[in-house]
């Protein structure tokens, strides 16, 4: 199955600064996925990440606070923007080729807002 | 809308003996329904998946699953459990109605083998 690389695996960062995760698939895949994960917790999804035009977006979750870039089939960023405490947690990316075939993950993002 | 629940937070098992996660559905249409497993500070990881054919499903590291129909279920299931499966495991099923194809997790239910 294809593989997700997924940086930073950490960060601590100052509230109200960006962090941007990157994850980088080592083939092409139809649809990339972006989900936050409270440690021990279920996963929520933020957005889909569609190649060459704007995320789709759950209830919930907004462009300006979490902008996201896919500019081609392998590759996608997720801006976690004008951060505060709230937002530490978990981001994990995932490729996906829908229908029935699995989706795999990157190792996720530990995001902590001090 | 296409659903899963895993009604145990926690399932506690001896090394040896067989375990059981436990997983029923909710969906419209035809489920493609999957499993995954999360190692501390890792990533989702896939270990089986039904999409059609048989009802009892074999997947990695000796796991598998039985589709049942009549009871809307998709448990997991190892006959000799290791320290080693302690771990949090997720049931998914796929929304293929709303034509996204997102996968829609459980609460999670986080498996403790003891020695």
Redesign the interface.
């Known amino acids: ?1 294809a593989v ?1 690389s ?1 940086k930073p695996s950490r960060d601590i960062c100052q509230r109200g600064t960006s962090l941007t995760i990157q994850c980088q698939v080592d083939s092409q895949v139809t ?1 990339m ?1 972006w989900y936050r994960q409270q440690p ?4 929520t ?1 933020i957005a ?1 990440a569609n190649q060459g035009s704007e995320a ?1 977006y759950e209830s919930g979750f907004v462009i300006d606070k979490f902008p996201i870039s896919r500019p081609n089939l392998t590759f996608s960023t997720l801006t976690v923007s004008n951060m505060s405490p709230e937002d530490s947690s978990i981001y ?1 990316c ?1 490729g ?1 080729d ?3 075939t ?7 993002t ?1 995001l902590t807002v001090v | 809308a296409q659903s899963v629940a895993q009604p145990e937070d926690q399932v506690n098992v001896a090394e040896g003996n067989p375990l059981t996660v436990k997983c029923t559905y909710s969906v419209s249409g035809n489920p493609y329904l999957f499993w995954y497993v999360q190692y501390p500070n890792r990533g989702l990881q896939f270990l089986l998946k039904y999409i059609t054919g048989d009802n009892l499903v074999k997947g990695s590291y000796g796991f598998e699953a039985e589709f049942n129909k009549s009871q809307t279920s998709f448990h997991l299931k190892k006959p000799s459990a290791l320290v080693s499966d302690s771990a949090l495991y997720f049931c998914a099923v796929r929304d293929i109605p709303s034509g996204t194809d997102k996968l829609i997790f459980g609460t999670g239910t986080r498996l403790q083998v003891f020695p």
């Open positions: 199955s997700i997924q649809m996925f021990g917790q279920s996963l999804l889909t789709t994990l995932s996906d829908r229908g029935n699995e989706a795999f993950f990157g190792q996720g530990r």
